[in-house]
């Protein structure tokens, strides 16, 4: 995927390394914008977790933009790699963490329950991955008072209303794409209009 690059804050402008061959499909520099449009003043210093997280390229815009610290959570090791290589390069290592795990099951480790106020999840479009993890995961664990979890997933696939304790606040659509938001305290409350 050419161009894909860090569109706003301390970096912005940085490029990131992605494979070639349409292996990874990372969030584009348009939906990325637009969710950060959305996130505005909510993003700095908070703490951000970035689930398939592949090239890193959300959480790296999050850490960008002034959040205090992010979690990446990619199952595959060269893409884990791939993540290290571009936070080195984008001089964002320390305050970045990532664990290669499988999920759900790696959010269950003891040890490593902690709560974050902005959760983004981008699984593989082709699977039901999405469905079942907002589900089966805990989120009580995982958001913090407030938190907000967005997610990305096919434009012609509508989300639940409620997933477990999380409820679905809204969904803007841009091309193929769409991010559905939903939170625990089930309001959007100061975001931008798109």
């Known amino acids: 995927m050419g161009n894909l690059r860090v569109i706003g804050g301390e970096r912005r402008g940085f490029p990131l390394r992605s494979p070639r061959g349409g292996e990874l499909r990372p969030t584009s520099n348009r939906v990325r914008e637009a969710l950060f449009d959305i996130l505005g003043d909510k993003v700095r210093g908070s703490r951000f977790l970035d689930l398939f997280a592949g090239t890193g390229a959300v959480g790296i815009e999050a850490l960008s933009r002034g959040a205090s610290e992010c979690r990446f959570i990619e199952s595959e090791p060269r893409h884990a790699r791939l993540i290290r290589e571009n936070l080195r390069f984008c001089r964002l290592e320390e305050s970045a963490e990532i664990m290669q795990g499988i999920l759900p099951s790696c959010l269950s480790a003891p040890g490593e329950e902690r709560s974050f106020d902005l959760v983004f999840v981008d699984p593989p479009y082709e ?14 664990r995982w958001l913090a008072t ?7 997933h096919p434009a012609r696939r509508s989300p639940a209303a409620h997933a477990g304790s999380l409820r679905h606040l809204r969904t803007v ?18 975001a931008k209009k798109v």
């Open 146 to 152: 407030g938190a907000w979890l967005i997610l990305e």
């Open 173 to 190: 659509r841009y091309g193929d794409s769409a991010l559905s938001f939903f939170s625990r305290e089930g309001a959007l409350a100061g």
């Open 127 to 140: 699977t039901s991955d999405a469905e079942r993890l907002l589900k089966e995961i805990v989120w009580e």
